[in-house]
């Protein structure tokens, strides 16, 4: 069976510096898509970041990279120098098998404080 | 930004009542999904559809039906509402025909259900 692990209910970060939000995932599949998304207290979902399982490097966007690390089954999300308004769950997600639908993990909780 | 909408954004109502959350997009996306999520839970998804006239159950078990006439349309409705069903409901959609499984999934601002 497929899993989304994400093991850090919540996370404090200083302004200004840089997290790591581990995930860990499970999948027999050697094809498979990882996502993260952000939440903020007023509830839309925001998409973040994505990485194939076949791409060889790692993903950015902006402030946003994803640390693959295929053969532990890691795709933990990390934010440099973190801004108050990065407060919010960040959710880390799979794509499974040759569908569209997603599987997410439980969350983690990020505050940044000033 | 993604233009997918959700209406109502909140509603309080009675037991008993039939509820339809709206959901439309305006990206010509094919895709389009349904999740539940309890406040600071993990999001479940409950309905998809990969096109018109397709609709298919996810992996939460739920009471809602929904329907998928036109591509950029997907409500979901609640034939009599229980205290049970009180959650937040987050629309998605993904992907224009043809375009593979990488595409990510574009979410509207959800709607806070609270049953009384």
């Known amino acids: 069976a497929q899993k989304i692990t994400q093991t850090q209910p919540g996370m404090f970060v200083q302004e200004k510096e840089a997290v790591t939000l581990d995930c860990t995932y499970d999948?027999?599949?050697?094809?498979?898509?990882l996502f993260w998304y952000k939440q903020p207290s007023s509830g839309e979902m925001i998409f973040l970041i994505y990485?194939?399982?076949?791409?060889?490097q790692n993903a950015t966007e902006g402030r946003y990279s994803l640390n693959f690390q295929k053969a532990r089954k890691s795709a933990n999300l990390v934010i440099s120098a973190s801004q108050l308004g990065d407060s919010a769950m960040y959710f880390c997600a799979m794509r499974r098998d040759s569908s569209y639908k997603l599987i997410f993990g439980s969350g983690t909780r990020l505050l940044v404080r000033p | 930004e993604a233009d997918i909408y959700q209406t109502p954004r909140y509603l309080v109502i009675g037991t008993g009542k039939k509820i339809t959350l709206e959901c439309s997009q305006t990206?010509?996306?094919?895709?389009m999904y349904w999740y539940q999520q309890d406040p600071g839970m993990e999001l479940h998804l409950i309905h998809y559809?990969?096109?018109?006239?397709?609709?298919e159950k996810g992996d939460l078990s739920s009471e809602s039906t929904v329907s998928r006439i036109r591509t950029e349309h997907f409500p979901l409705t609640l034939e009599s509402a229980r205290p049970s069903h009180t959650s937040q409901y987050l629309c998605a959609s993904s992907g224009l025909p043809g375009q593979g499984t990488n595409q990510p999934q574009h979410f509207g601002d959800g709607t806070r259900l609270s049953i009384l």
């Open positions: 559809s990969y096109g018109v006239n397709s609709t």
């Open positions: 999948t027999s599949d050697p094809s498979y898509g």
């Open positions: 990206m010509g996306h094919d895709k």
């Open positions: 990485q194939g399982s076949y791409d060889q």
